[in-house]
C-alpha cells in the first residue's frame, strides 16, 4: 500500500489511523508513507508523519525523497523500488479507507483473509 503525502499536517494522523485499523493481517499488508513533504508534516510532533511511524514500527514504512523529482508519479515510482506484494493499492492522503475495504472491494483478498 502506497500513501502519497505532501505537506498534509491536518490529515496525516487520520490516514494513518484509518489504515492501521485495516482488518487486513500485518504480516501481509506493507505500508509505505511516501512524505515528500516541505511542511510540518513529518516534523516529530503529535500528528506528524515520523511520530506516527514510530507507533507502528515494521508496520509502516516512512520513505522520504531528498529531490521531489517527477512530484507524486515520482514518489509512487520511487515507493514501487522496494514494493514487495503481488499488489499495489495508492490511496491519496484525504481518502479515509473503511476497516473492511480489501474484503469489500476485491474477492482475490478473501482467501488471504481467512487464512489470516
Known sequence: MQ???FNEMYVVERLLKSVAALDYPRDLLQVQVLDDST??????RPNGS???KARWTGYLNL????????????????????????FVLILDADFVPAHDMAA??????QPIRALG
Open 63 to 86: 520513505v522520504r525523497r531528498k529531490e521531489r523529482v517527477g512530484f507524486k508519479a515520482g514518489a509512487l515510482e520511487g515507493g514501487l523500488r522496494s514494493c514487495k506484494g503481488e
Open 3 to 5: 500513501l502519497p503525502i
Open 50 to 52: 515520523r511520530t506516527l
Open 39 to 44: 511542511d510540518e508534516t513529518t516534523e516529530t
Open 104 to 109: 469489500q472491494n476485491d474477492p482475490l483478498f
